[in-house]
């Protein structure tokens, strides 16, 4: 095995995300509320920050058109997806407006709630911070929701299964 070095600089852009993808994560589907109704959006920046008080984090992209929704949202939920819901996953990448989907109910501010999750975050917004193309949204978890099973993951650009012990 090789090892190749580089400065991610603009040049290097493609291989710098590439390098980043090489860190498996779970997959989430972020929803809110905005002024054109129920927002959902996927993400893999999501982490945990503090259990006391609850905290929990995610990044959006500031090239998104759902950022300044997601930015502004007083209340979201971070639904972490099981290993059978890839389709949530790619339908929320390509559009995050359709909620006609089933069994979808709200929480804290109308926020709407995905089923069948592994874990859903209902978070009142705490702080955002800037962070480049990006913002940190640090959430307050206000309710929790479990279930077992395998998760949903994705690593170096492709869906993948993270298996429940």
Not at 5 to 18: T, V
Not at 95 to 121: E, I, Q
Request: glycine content about 10%; some cysteine.
């Amino acid at each position: 095995m090789s090892e190749h070095s580089f400065s991610p600089d603009a040049e290097h852009a493609r291989a710098f995300r590439d390098a980043l993808g090489r860190f498996a994560t779970g997959v989430t589907v972020v929803t809110a509320q905005s002024d054109k109704g129920p927002l959902g959006i996927t993400a893999n920046s999501f982490a945990s920050l503090s259990l006391d008080p609850p905290l929990v984090m995610w990044a959006p992209g500031k090239f998104s058109r759902r950022f300044d929704a997601f930015a502004e949202a007083e209340y979201f939920a971070i639904h972490v997806l099981a290993a059978g819901q890839m389709g949530l996953a790619q339908h929320f990448a390509k559009d995050g407006l359709n909620f006609n989907l089933p069994d979808v109910t709200t929480g804290f501010g109308d926020v709407p709630l995905l089923a069948g999750c592994l874990a859903r975050f209902e978070c009142r917004r705490h702080a955002i911070y800037p962070a480049g193309d990006h913002a940190i949204v640090v959430g307050e978890v206000l309710r929790v929701s479990t279930s077992t099973g395998a998760g949903l993951s994705f690593f170096a650009g492709h869906y993948g299964t993270i298996d429940a012990p």
